[in-house]
Protein backbone atom coordinates (compact mmCIF):
# COMPACT_ATOMS: atom_id res chain seq x y z
CA UNK A 1 0.00 0.00 0.00
CA UNK A 2 1.25 3.21 -0.72
CA UNK A 3 2.01 6.01 2.22
CA UNK A 4 3.49 9.28 1.94
CA UNK A 5 5.80 11.32 4.35
CA UNK A 6 5.55 14.85 4.92
CA UNK A 7 8.68 15.48 7.51
CA UNK A 8 8.17 18.99 8.57
CA UNK A 9 5.12 19.50 10.91
CA UNK A 10 5.55 23.51 10.86
CA UNK A 11 7.92 25.77 8.81
CA UNK A 12 8.34 29.63 9.07
CA UNK A 13 9.10 31.72 6.51
CA UNK A 14 9.83 35.63 6.16
CA UNK A 15 7.29 37.16 3.83
CA UNK A 16 9.30 37.36 0.54
CA UNK A 17 11.02 34.06 0.93
CA UNK A 18 11.68 31.09 -0.66
CA UNK A 19 9.61 28.02 0.50
CA UNK A 20 10.06 24.50 -0.28
CA UNK A 21 7.62 21.94 1.52
CA UNK A 22 8.72 18.29 0.99
CA UNK A 23 7.12 14.93 0.65
CA UNK A 24 8.30 11.75 -0.18
CA UNK A 25 5.71 8.91 -0.61
CA UNK A 26 6.34 5.13 -0.66
CA UNK A 27 4.66 2.86 -3.98
CA UNK A 28 6.07 0.38 -6.05
CA UNK A 29 5.18 2.08 -9.65
CA UNK A 30 4.59 5.81 -10.69
CA UNK A 31 1.71 7.01 -9.02
CA UNK A 32 -0.59 10.49 -9.15
CA UNK A 33 0.62 12.67 -6.55
CA UNK A 34 -1.10 15.96 -5.69
CA UNK A 35 -0.85 18.76 -3.53
CA UNK A 36 -3.50 20.82 -1.52
CA UNK A 37 -3.93 23.55 0.35
CA UNK A 38 -6.51 24.05 3.71
CA UNK A 39 -7.12 27.73 5.11
CA UNK A 40 -8.16 27.74 8.71
CA UNK A 41 -11.98 26.41 8.53
CA UNK A 42 -12.46 25.46 5.12
CA UNK A 43 -12.02 22.57 2.90
CA UNK A 44 -9.14 21.65 0.43
CA UNK A 45 -8.15 23.07 -2.25
CA UNK A 46 -6.56 21.39 -5.29
CA UNK A 47 -2.95 23.41 -5.81
CA UNK A 48 -0.80 21.43 -8.51
CA UNK A 49 -1.00 17.43 -9.96
CA UNK A 50 1.43 15.16 -11.40
CA UNK A 51 -0.24 12.32 -13.69
CA UNK A 52 2.91 11.96 -16.14
CA UNK A 53 5.02 13.39 -18.61
CA UNK A 54 7.12 16.69 -17.41
CA UNK A 55 8.46 16.08 -14.06
CA UNK A 56 7.61 19.42 -13.19
CA UNK A 57 4.39 20.92 -12.83
CA UNK A 58 2.93 24.45 -12.40
CA UNK A 59 0.29 25.20 -10.15
CA UNK A 60 -2.49 28.06 -9.10
CA UNK A 61 -0.74 30.72 -6.80
CA UNK A 62 2.49 30.61 -8.42
CA UNK A 63 3.28 27.16 -6.76
CA UNK A 64 5.22 24.37 -8.36
CA UNK A 65 6.43 21.15 -7.40
CA UNK A 66 9.00 18.60 -9.08
CA UNK A 67 8.66 14.89 -9.24
CA UNK A 68 12.08 13.24 -8.90
CA UNK A 69 11.62 9.30 -9.44
CA UNK A 70 15.13 8.75 -8.21
CA UNK A 71 14.54 10.14 -4.55
CA UNK A 72 10.33 9.42 -4.30
CA UNK A 73 9.65 13.03 -3.78
CA UNK A 74 7.64 15.57 -5.01
CA UNK A 75 8.43 18.78 -3.59
CA UNK A 76 6.03 21.76 -3.65
CA UNK A 77 8.08 24.99 -4.08
CA UNK A 78 7.05 28.79 -4.14
CA UNK A 79 10.09 31.36 -5.29
CA UNK A 80 8.86 34.15 -3.24
CA UNK A 81 6.08 33.74 -0.42
CA UNK A 82 2.92 36.10 0.36
CA UNK A 83 1.53 36.16 4.02
CA UNK A 84 -1.56 34.95 2.77
CA UNK A 85 0.23 31.54 1.77
CA UNK A 86 -0.12 30.47 5.62
CA UNK A 87 -2.09 27.55 5.67
CA UNK A 88 -1.82 23.87 5.86
CA UNK A 89 -0.31 21.87 3.27
CA UNK A 90 -0.68 18.59 2.25
CA UNK A 91 0.40 15.70 -0.39
CA UNK A 92 -1.25 12.81 -1.24
CA UNK A 93 -0.68 10.08 -3.66
CA UNK A 94 -3.23 8.28 -5.62
CA UNK A 95 -2.77 4.40 -6.35
CA UNK A 96 -2.43 3.57 -10.23
CA UNK A 97 -4.40 0.36 -9.28
CA UNK A 98 -6.74 1.12 -7.23
CA UNK A 99 -7.61 4.30 -8.87
CA UNK A 100 -10.31 6.00 -6.61
CA UNK A 101 -7.94 5.35 -3.34
CA UNK A 102 -6.27 8.66 -2.04
CA UNK A 103 -3.71 8.54 0.98
CA UNK A 104 -2.38 12.15 2.60
CA UNK A 105 0.22 12.85 4.14
CA UNK A 106 0.34 14.54 7.57
CA UNK A 107 0.50 18.11 6.84
CA UNK A 108 3.38 21.20 6.88
CA UNK A 109 1.91 23.96 8.66
CA UNK A 110 3.59 27.35 7.10
CA UNK A 111 4.07 30.21 8.98
CA UNK A 112 4.66 33.47 7.25
CA UNK A 113 6.33 36.32 9.16
CA UNK A 114 6.41 39.66 8.00
CA UNK B 1 -22.37 27.97 -7.77
CA UNK B 2 -20.42 24.63 -8.16
CA UNK B 3 -20.15 22.98 -4.56
CA UNK B 4 -20.39 20.07 -2.12
CA UNK B 5 -21.93 20.97 0.42
CA UNK B 6 -22.17 19.44 4.28
CA UNK B 7 -24.56 19.30 6.69
CA UNK B 8 -24.29 20.09 10.01
CA UNK B 9 -20.85 22.11 10.24
CA UNK B 10 -20.56 21.36 13.80
CA UNK B 11 -21.94 18.42 15.92
CA UNK B 12 -21.83 17.69 19.26
CA UNK B 13 -23.21 14.14 20.40
CA UNK B 14 -23.11 11.68 22.83
CA UNK B 15 -22.11 7.77 22.67
CA UNK B 16 -23.60 5.95 20.80
CA UNK B 17 -26.55 8.20 19.58
CA UNK B 18 -26.61 7.62 15.83
CA UNK B 19 -26.15 10.60 13.52
CA UNK B 20 -26.00 11.04 10.14
CA UNK B 21 -23.65 13.77 7.86
CA UNK B 22 -25.28 14.84 5.02
CA UNK B 23 -23.39 15.58 1.46
CA UNK B 24 -24.54 17.19 -1.68
CA UNK B 25 -22.71 18.31 -4.49
CA UNK B 26 -24.58 20.03 -7.49
CA UNK B 27 -22.09 19.11 -10.42
CA UNK B 28 -23.19 15.94 -11.27
CA UNK B 29 -19.88 14.08 -10.08
CA UNK B 30 -20.27 10.55 -10.13
CA UNK B 31 -17.51 10.00 -7.54
CA UNK B 32 -17.85 10.74 -3.85
CA UNK B 33 -15.62 10.07 -0.92
CA UNK B 34 -16.04 10.27 3.08
CA UNK B 35 -12.49 11.59 4.68
CA UNK B 36 -11.74 12.21 8.38
CA UNK B 37 -8.68 14.08 9.18
CA UNK B 38 -6.97 14.34 12.77
CA UNK B 39 -4.17 15.97 13.88
CA UNK B 40 -1.04 14.45 12.96
CA UNK B 41 -2.44 11.99 10.79
CA UNK B 42 -3.75 13.54 7.99
CA UNK B 43 -6.76 13.01 6.05
CA UNK B 44 -7.61 9.59 5.99
CA UNK B 45 -10.30 8.08 3.42
CA UNK B 46 -13.92 6.57 4.66
CA UNK B 47 -15.52 5.21 2.09
CA UNK B 48 -15.88 6.44 -1.34
CA UNK B 49 -18.55 5.50 -4.02
CA UNK B 50 -18.23 5.26 -7.80
CA UNK B 51 -21.71 5.55 -9.38
CA UNK B 52 -25.37 4.79 -7.62
CA UNK B 53 -25.48 1.99 -5.92
CA UNK B 54 -21.74 1.80 -5.44
CA UNK B 55 -19.47 1.99 -2.52
CA UNK B 56 -16.34 0.74 -1.20
CA UNK B 57 -14.30 1.11 1.79
CA UNK B 58 -11.27 3.35 1.77
CA UNK B 59 -8.71 3.33 4.77
CA UNK B 60 -10.65 3.50 8.41
CA UNK B 61 -14.08 2.41 7.26
CA UNK B 62 -14.72 0.58 10.87
CA UNK B 63 -17.61 2.06 12.36
CA UNK B 64 -18.87 3.86 9.87
CA UNK B 65 -21.67 3.32 6.83
CA UNK B 66 -22.81 5.27 3.62
CA UNK B 67 -25.37 5.40 0.50
CA UNK B 68 -25.39 6.23 -2.62
CA UNK B 69 -29.08 6.20 -3.40
CA UNK B 70 -29.37 9.15 -5.50
CA UNK B 71 -25.94 10.39 -7.65
CA UNK B 72 -26.14 14.00 -6.03
CA UNK B 73 -25.80 12.64 -1.98
CA UNK B 74 -23.50 10.55 -0.28
CA UNK B 75 -24.68 10.41 3.37
CA UNK B 76 -22.27 9.26 5.92
CA UNK B 77 -23.81 7.40 9.00
CA UNK B 78 -22.43 6.72 12.26
CA UNK B 79 -24.94 3.83 13.91
CA UNK B 80 -23.17 3.87 17.26
CA UNK B 81 -20.91 7.08 17.46
CA UNK B 82 -17.54 6.55 20.22
CA UNK B 83 -15.66 9.03 21.06
CA UNK B 84 -12.39 7.92 18.99
CA UNK B 85 -14.62 9.41 16.36
CA UNK B 86 -14.29 12.63 17.15
CA UNK B 87 -12.51 14.32 14.17
CA UNK B 88 -13.17 16.60 11.29
CA UNK B 89 -14.87 14.97 8.48
CA UNK B 90 -14.60 16.22 4.78
CA UNK B 91 -16.64 14.97 2.02
CA UNK B 92 -15.64 15.16 -1.49
CA UNK B 93 -16.84 14.87 -5.18
CA UNK B 94 -14.95 14.39 -8.63
CA UNK B 95 -16.12 14.12 -12.08
CA UNK B 96 -15.50 10.73 -12.65
CA UNK B 97 -12.59 9.61 -10.09
CA UNK B 98 -9.37 10.21 -9.28
CA UNK B 99 -7.67 8.39 -11.94
CA UNK B 100 -8.93 10.94 -14.31
CA UNK B 101 -6.12 14.01 -15.28
CA UNK B 102 -9.17 16.41 -15.69
CA UNK B 103 -11.58 15.41 -12.81
CA UNK B 104 -10.44 17.02 -9.75
CA UNK B 105 -11.63 17.09 -6.21
CA UNK B 106 -13.74 19.18 -4.53
CA UNK B 107 -13.95 18.99 -1.22
CA UNK B 108 -17.03 20.38 1.37
CA UNK B 109 -15.95 22.70 4.21
CA UNK B 110 -15.91 20.02 6.73
CA UNK B 111 -18.24 18.63 9.99
CA UNK B 112 -16.40 19.17 13.19
CA UNK B 113 -17.95 16.01 14.80
CA UNK B 114 -17.46 15.86 18.83
CA UNK B 115 -19.18 12.49 20.94
CA UNK B 116 -18.69 12.76 24.37
Known amino acids: AQSVTQPDIHITVSEGASLELRCNYSYGATPYLFWYVQSPGQGLQLLLK??????LVQGIKGFEAEFKRSQSSFNLRKPSVHWSDAAEYFCAVGDREYGNKLVFGAGTILRVKS | EAQVTQNPRYLITVTGKKLTVTCSQN?????MSWYRQDPGLGLRQIYYSMNVEVTDKGDVPEGYKVSRKEKRNFPLILESPSPNQTSLYFCASSLNGLSSYNSPLHFGNGTRLTVT
Open chain 1, 50 to 55: YFSGDT
Open chain 2, 27 to 31: MNHEY
